[in-house]
């Protein structure tokens, strides 16, 4: 079955510090790949997706890395700040079977 | 516009208990979710509408959960005889259509279920 794990539980940055947080994924037939951010008390958001048949993508102050021959995806944002303190959730695709499976979160914390 | 609204935003009932959760999706949009999330845990799929299609309940985790889209639209989510393990933060998504890369799924802010 597919898994999405390997995240670290937490993560400590210094504010102005580039952050990098990743995740692995174990189903090979998946179509895309979705970074969701999630503030205290609210429901995930969407940060930004990458399609599976490219390998980088860049949004403002976030780039998503993809890796299909390790299965590997990682999130880099750039010049942390306060407000981007949150649990960070990967989410893999499987549109054949209109399923989403999320990992379980890295939660990002910025020391001032 | 309005997003995905749910309600309660909190509901704390005794064990054995029914409880019902509601969520309104965005309007005109077809696909819709629900996910449990425990403390501290990943987003746990539940169940999925899309349209008027069979819903894929496949990840309901016990016949005591249940769900109804009436009318296309609002959802809600039963759980019968709750127990304390059901404590979760229970979220609902819609989507214009089955997820692409082309159409997101928007959060509600959840519904925190409490089990004493």
């Known amino acids: 079955g597919e898994s999405v794990g390997l995240h670290l539980p937490t993560l400590s940055v210094q504010e102005g510090d580039n952050s990098i947080i990743n995740c692995a994924y174990s189903?090979?037939?998946?179509?895309?790949f979705i970074w969701y951010k999630q503030e205290s008390g609210k429901g995930p958001q969407f940060i930004i997706d990458i399609r599976s048949n490219m390998d980088k993508r860049q949004g403002q102050r976030v780039t998503v890395l993809l890796n299909k021959t390790v299965k590997h995806l990682s999130l880099q944002i750039a010049a942390t700040q306060p407000g981007d303190s949150a649990v960070y959730f990967c989410?893999?695709?499987?549109?054949?079977?209109?399923?989403?499976?999320f990992g379980s979160g890295t939660r990002l914390s910025i020391r001032p | 516009g309005a997003g995905v609204s749910q309600s309660p935003s909190n509901k704390v009932t005794e064990k054995g208990k029914d409880v019902e959760l509601r969520c309104d999706p965005i309007?005109?949009?077809?696909?819709l979710y629900w996910y449990r999330q425990s403390l501290g845990q990943g987003l746990e799929f539940l169940i999925y509408?899309?349209?008027?299609?069979?819903?894929?309940k496949s990840g309901l985790p016990s016949d005591r959960f249940s769900a109804e889209r009436t009318g296309g639209s609002v959802s809600t989510l039963t759980i019968q005889r709750t127990q304390q393990e059901d404590s979760a933060v229970y979220l609902c998504?819609?989507?214009?259509?089955?997820?692409?890369?082309?159409?997101?799924?928007?959060f509600g802010p959840g519904t925190r279920l409490t089990v004493l």
């Open positions: 998504a819609s989507s214009l259509d089955p997820p692409t890369v082309y159409n997101e799924q928007f």
């Open positions: 309007s005109g949009h077809t696909a």
């Open positions: 189903n090979s037939a998946s179509d895309y």
């Open positions: 989410a893999v695709v499987y549109s054949s079977a209109s399923k989403i499976i």
């Open positions: 509408f899309q349209g008027n299609s069979a819903p894929d």
